[in-house]
């Protein structure tokens, strides 16, 4: 029998027609939308046969949604790190009055050496027999994206656990309203988790990486996370937002690239926290929730950091949807970036749109990038089928490459797959705020794993 993480698309039907992208889809059990009730709230959860999480979770706008930063714990073992590590977080989460039964969406970063297929099948199991049982009283397991990095905020960390949530329950006697903006809710104690009010737009970014300097030079990662974070700010500023109304963020390191030396050099971790505390400091905010993860990513081409935000609209901004009716261009979201380019920089959901979460999605049957992101893109669009939700209508899109050799082939590999899919004009002209970040390692001993978020 396969290890459970490579049992994950044993059950689509592969009939694939690559001119109209579009894929039969089996009815059956599998493929009927489920309303799970989970702690009081009412989210649709599809699930998936063999994977102990599931395909999709639909997160209707009347449910608040909470966004945690990243979670690590001391441990012999990995799997006693992600116990210690859930543990943690429903520990926050009880002190708010929730518990890990109101999560949709999780992501685990698995701390490996290298792309040893025994490592990597092993960390994977480990991750798993912590996973299962922290979701055994979930009516039906949140989402979930697991994937191979090389450094943690922890040094000794083997795994970093973060997660989104809905309810619909009252918790504001936990928490207290955000200084700057009305709509969103703080705990009383920690600050690694955020939440958003039921009925609020939000902005979601692009991973943005840091221009050149003035002399074609990336310099240092201080620089470059500066620079990353300006550049965020001022996609924020396009919809009417600033740093104070973010809720959520994710930073994605690089090492410097190697120059004739078999050492691999080490992430500068310590000029990523230097400029990112300095950037908050400046804005006189405390951070919000922050993801944290290292990786080969982008170090080929200099680029050592790549951030991304989301943020909540305030009461009264002004480029926030009342309703639908008042939405212009889609009754579900605008986009915001450069007409030339293939992906958006920022996208606002409407208010009244439900938000649709993607658990990540890989073949095993192709031997290549390409192959492989066509391939998980025609399986994530027969979930996005069950879900309701169409190509058009993805805001989001993550990919992760384990591309170390070959970056530049295998990058633009992925892109040509990207191209056949969105902002293609006979098929699909509409673009998504995307990030593509190269890791370690990716499950099942794939090449690319792919998640998304959707709105209907």
Same mark, same amino acid.
Not at 44 to 64: F, H, K, M
Not at 116 to 122: K, Q, R
């Given at each position: 029998m396969l290890p459970i993480f490579q049992q994950e698309n044993a059950w689509f039907v592969l009939e694939q027609s690559m001119s109209t992208h579009i894929?039969?889809?089996?009815?059956?059990?599998?493929?009927?939308?489920l309303s799970v009730s989970l702690s009081g709230q009412s989210a649709?959860?599809?699930?998936?046969?063999?994977?102990?999480?599931?395909?999709?979770?639909?997160?209707?706008?009347?449910?608040?949604k909470i966004f945690t930063g990243t979670y690590t714990a001391a441990g012999s073992s990995r799997k006693i790190q992600a116990m210690k590590a859930l543990a943690?977080?429903?520990?926050?989460?009880?002190?708010?009055?929730?518990?890990?039964?109101?999560?949709?969406?999780?992501?685990?970063?698995?701390?490996?050496?290298?792309?040893?297929?025994?490592?990597?099948?092993?960390?994977?199991?480990?991750?798993?027999?912590?996973?299962?049982p922290a979701f055994a009283e979930n009516t039906m397991a949140p989402t979930r994206?697991?994937? /191979?990095?090389?450094?943690?905020?922890?040094?000794? #960390? &083997?795994?970093?656990? !973060? *997660?989104? %949530?809905?309810?619909?329950?009252?918790?504001?006697?936990?928490?207290?309203?955000?200084?700057?903006?009305?709509?969103v809710m703080l705990p009383k104690g920690s600050f690694n988790l955020s939440y958003v009010k039921p009925f609020t737009a939000m902005a979601l970014t692009s991973g943005i990486l840091a221009g050149a300097?003035?002399?074609?030079?990336? /310099?240092?990662?201080?620089?470059?996370?500066?620079? #990353? &974070?300006?550049?965020? !700010? *001022?996609? %924020?500023?396009?919809w009417g937002l600033s740093a104070a109304d973010v809720v959520y963020i994710r930073s994605l390191l690089s090492p410097p690239l190697a120059e004739g030396s078999e050492e691999k050099p080490e992430v500068d971790v310590a000029g990523y926290q230097e400029a990112f505390s300095e950037f908050w400091k400046s804005q006189h905010l405390p951070a919000p929730p922050t993801s944290f993860l290292a990786?080969?990513?982008?170090?080929?081409?200099?680029?050592?950091?790549?951030?991304?935000?989301?943020?909540?609209?305030?009461?009264?901004?002004?480029?926030?949807?009342?309703?639908?009716?008042?939405?212009?261009?889609?009754?579900?979201?605008?986009?915001?970036?450069?007409?030339?380019?293939?992906?958006?920089?920022?996208?606002?959901?409407?208010r009244d749109a439900t938000m649709v979460w993607f658990a990540g999605v890989i073949d095993q049957d192709r031997n290549n990038i390409h192959g492989q992101a066509v391939e998980s893109l025609l399986n994530?669009?027969?979930?996005?089928?069950?879900?309701?939700?169409?190509?058009?209508?993805?805001?989001?899109?993550?990919?992760?490459?384990?591309?170390?050799?070959g970056f530049r082939t295998d990058f633009g590999d992925w892109n040509t797959a990207y191209k056949r899919f969105f902002n293609a004009p006979s098929v699909n002209p509409e673009k998504p705020v995307r990030t593509a970040f190269p890791v370690k390692s990716i499950p099942g001993s794939a090449v690319i794993e792919i998640e998304a978020i959707g709105v209907k």
């Open positions: 894929r039969s889809l089996s009815l059956g059990s599998l493929s009927i939308l649709q959860i599809e699930p998936l046969d063999g994977p102990p999480y599931s395909a999709s979770a639909s997160v209707s706008p009347n449910l608040g943690a977080m429903e520990q926050d989460l009880v002190g708010v009055g929730l518990d890990l039964t109101d999560v949709i969406n999780i992501r685990g970063y698995l701390k490996v050496s290298g792309t040893d297929p025994e490592e990597n099948a092993t960390a994977m199991s480990e991750w798993n027999e912590a996973f299962t994206t697991t994937f /191979g990095v090389t450094t943690l905020e922890d040094p000794d #960390a &083997l795994i970093a656990v !973060e *997660a989104v %949530l809905a309810i619909d329950k009252d918790i504001s006697g936990n928490l207290v309203e955000h200084p700057a903006n009305s709509r300097d003035s002399d074609g030079s990336m /310099g240092s990662m201080a620089r470059q996370t500066g620079n #990353a &974070l300006e550049k965020l !700010e *001022a996609a %924020l500023g396009s990786a080969p990513g982008f170090n080929t081409s200099g680029r050592l950091v790549e951030i991304e935000f989301y943020a909540a609209f305030p009461d009264g901004a002004t480029a926030q949807f009342a309703t639908l009716e008042d939405a212009e261009a889609s009754p579900l979201f605008r986009r915001e970036g450069t007409p030339t380019s293939f992906l958006n920089r920022s996208a606002i959901i409407a994530l669009q027969e979930r996005m089928i069950t879900a309701g939700v169409s190509f058009p209508n993805i805001v989001q899109l993550r990919a992760y490459l384990q591309i170390e050799n």
